[in-house]
């Protein structure tokens, strides 16, 4: 039988691709999505959906209950840019949401939960090259405070209750599928949509901002893969370091001029330079590899080409 599985945040950026993975996989009645607002996507309503506030523990619970969840993927959060403007509401969100889902593995009603963490936890102190695994974190923004704060939980909870939770440290992710949700690195999706309409796009990144990126199917792979592997496989319980590729946004736009020659990129940094500036160029994701066998795909001319095939797709559908 396949686990019943709750996605929190299915309407967001990650959430909403892996409900329709985790549907392909189990069945579409096997995954209930969830979020605090109604869905517009058709494909997210082919399956049961829930509206569910993940900072309010008893609705949390009547959902969990009503649908006999046995995994929770906790993908409710407030991100980085957003973040920095609404400080308290974003750690009241990211830590309340966090709390409920330990408490309720805690508490036994579910079995096996799942809790993204980022690159953010990491801060200007941090090594910036092949950033290891154990390595020094002093993050300057709420988001990355409240991750590596929720890192710490996620390990004492496992280690003083038994709770069977696992991380990965998402770097930036690109996809084609959903608008970009607030996050430091939106420009890597951003540029392809202003390519395609107008040849031009204004980063807001200075173009020698190197940072981990990844496409957001290898992220699905990612976080899938180490839900299912085995218990004794998973030696982290903080959060394990994943990596994809890392590239500035210059060597972003120059593989985008190989499709579009007269394409021209700007430069205009704004808050979220900063933010970038105390990140990683760089992630090493050894550890990842040697638990559960983890292995990205797509490198950076292979993202290019699927956002492109991708947007193009979309456009002509809106059109």
């Known amino acids: 039988m396949p686990p019943k599985i709750l996605i929190v945040g299915a309407c967001g950026q990650i959430g909403s691709e892996l409900t329709l993975a985790l549907r392909d996989l189990y069945g579409q009645d096997s995954v209930v999505a969830s979020d605090i607002r109604p869905s517009s996507s058709k494909a997210l309503s082919e399956g049961p959906f829930e509206l569910l506030d993940a900072s309010n523990y008893t609705n949390f619970l009547d959902v969990v209950t009503k649908h006999q969840i046995e995994e929770v993927y906790m993908m409710a959060a407030m991100l980085s840019g957003t973040a920095e403007k609404f400080p308290e509401k974003a750690w009241e969100l990211n830590m309340s949401s966090l709390f409920n889902v330990l408490n309720l593995g805690k508490e036994k009603w579910i079995k096996k939960i799942f809790w993204p963490s980022s690159i953010a936890v990491f801060g200007p102190t941090t090594p910036k090259t092949n950033t290891p695994q154990q390595t020094i974190m002093e993050p300057v923004t709420v988001y990355g405070i409240s991750k590596q704060a929720g890192e710490r939980w996620c390990a004492y909870y496992h280690k003083r209750y038994g709770v069977d ?81 890392s590239f500035t946004p210059a060597e972003l736009s120059a593989e985008l001029q190989k499709h579009f020659p007269d394409f021209k990129m700007n430069y205009e940094a704004d808050f979220r330079q900063e933010i970038a500036d105390s990140w990683p160029n760089s992630i090493d994701d050894t550890q990842a590899q040697l638990d559960w066998g983890w292995k990205h795909d797509f490198d950076l001319k292979m993202i290019v080409k699927e956002m492109l095939d991708g947007v193009k797709s979309m456009e002509k559908v809106s059109d």
């Open 165 to 245: 939770v696992r991380s990965i440290r998402y770097p930036g992710l690109i996809s084609y599928k959903t608008p970009p949700g607030g996050g430091t690195t939106d420009y890597a999706i951003e540029i392809f949509h202003e390519a395609i309409k107008q040849d031009t796009y204004t980063s807001f990144l200075s173009s020698e901002t190197a940072l981990p990126m990844m496409y957001m199917d290898d992220a699905i792979h990612a976080t899938i893969s180490i839900m299912t592997a085995a218990t004794e496989a998973i030696k982290v319980r903080s959060s394990y370091n994943l990596a994809g590729v």
